[in-house]
């Protein structure tokens, strides 16, 4: 992850939306998550389990990935 590529700006100027998911509990402060959201132009949950909110609240997270697509959020 030390050499992850730069997308930031693909990912902003990209006409499909995007959803940062991410667990309350996870080990980076949700705040990190939000900047990045807003830096990418997406929509960010955050969801009451731990690093994996698509192993531990898959329900939750589909329902919102759909909201998403639907141009609900």
Sequence with gaps: M????DL??????????????VG???????RLHRDFAN?????????PTGHSP?????HQLARDMLALYQGRL
């Design 2 to 5: 030390k050499r992850a590529p």
């Design 8 to 21: 930031r700006r693909q990912l902003l100027l990209s006409p499909i939306p995007i959803l940062v998911a």
């Design 24 to 30: 309350e509990h996870d080990l980076w402060p949700i």
């Design 39 to 47: 830096r990418i132009g997406a929509v960010l949950r955050v969801y």
């Design 54 to 58: 698509c192993e531990t609240t898959p």
